[in-house]
């Protein structure tokens, strides 16, 4: 088995999400899909891996494979609403908890309430091929399955919906997200409708569609370690594709997701 054709499926949904790019002063963004960065740094937490050591190869995997060698598939489900929350930290404390200023004192009491603007993604869902070194997959599938830390979706307060981990590791789970994972789309598809359009981020060029457009992001992580975290670009590819209408999942997706999971783990199990 190849890292190219073995993985996990992952749903990544919830009522907030955030996956962050630059944050300008009090101003944090997000993205219009999970971001490397952010779905690496939820692996890491998982397996309980410190900041200094979250993208250090698994030197007791054979192989010694890394976070860097996975490669991510995502399908929007729904690309969600964006949401700003006007938030204030710092006000009302004692005058020991107040602010700093850039100099290292406290700031006075009338100036330490600091506001900013945090833009989340709301009611968004995606589901996410993960494939790579089959010995690194399994690992994650355990960490996930018994996570050191609570997964999140980008910030600590963006709990996931169930089920985050859509079955076991298995083989080519992106045919899976083209022809078998239930969707769960904002609105049902109209009487009569065959296909639905459906937006796909690739990590490389996709090779049935050789003129899809690419966008360059800031979110391959370099080094998670606090002070001195950084990111590199890299580009990632949109195309539309046309699904089954058939996938839909309808207004309570988890039942369709249950039904899923049940009819793979059958098709699955040994007999």
Same mark, same amino acid.
């Not at 050591?53 to 698994?58: C, G, H, Y």
């Not at 710092?90 to 850039?102: D, F, I, K, N």
């Given at each position: 088995m190849t890292s190219t054709d073995y993985g996990l499926l992952l749903r990544l949904a919830g009522p907030l999400s955030a996956y962050g790019t630059h944050a300008v002063s009090t101003y944090r963004a997000t993205h219009q899909h999970p971001t490397r960065s952010a779905i690496t740094g939820m692996l890491a937490a998982a397996a309980g891996r410190p900041h200094h050591?979250? @993208?250090?190869?698994?030197t007791e995997l054979p192989g010694q494979p890394a976070y860097h060698q996975l490669q991510f598939t995502i399908r929007t489900d729904r690309p969600g609403v964006l949401h700003t929350d006007y938030h204030v930290?710092?006000?009302?404390?004692?005058?020991?908890? @107040?602010?700093?200023?850039?100099?290292g004192a406290r700031r006075s009491p009338n100036q330490s309430a600091l506001p900013s603007h945090r833009l989340y993604l709301n009611d968004a869902a995606f589901v996410l091929a993960l494939t790579g070194p089959p010995a690194l997959i399994d690992a994650i599938a355990d960490h996930l399955e018994h996570p050191h830390y609570a997964p999140y979706l980008g910030r600590r307060t963006c709990v996931p919906d169930e089920p985050l981990v859509l079955g076991p590791p298995r083989p080519d789970p992106v045919h899976h997200l083209l022809h078998h994972v239930p969707l769960a789309l904002p609105t049902p598809p109209s009487p009569g409708t065959r296909t639905v359009p459906v937006t796909f981020w690739w990590e490389t060029p996709p090779a049935h569609q050789p003129h899809a457009t690419y966008t360059e992001l800031a979110d391959q992580p370099r080094d998670f370690t606090p002070h001195t975290r950084h990111h590199s670009q890299r580009r990632i590819w949109r195309t539309t594709e046309h699904l089954p209408a058939r996938l839909y999942a309808g207004s309570r997706p988890q039942y369709a997701l249950a039904a899923y999971l049940e009819e793979d783990r059958t098709c699955t199990e040994p007999a």
């Open positions: 050591q979250a @993208l250090s190869p698994f930290t710092g006000g009302g404390y004692p005058r020991h908890q @107040l602010l700093h200023t850039s100099a």
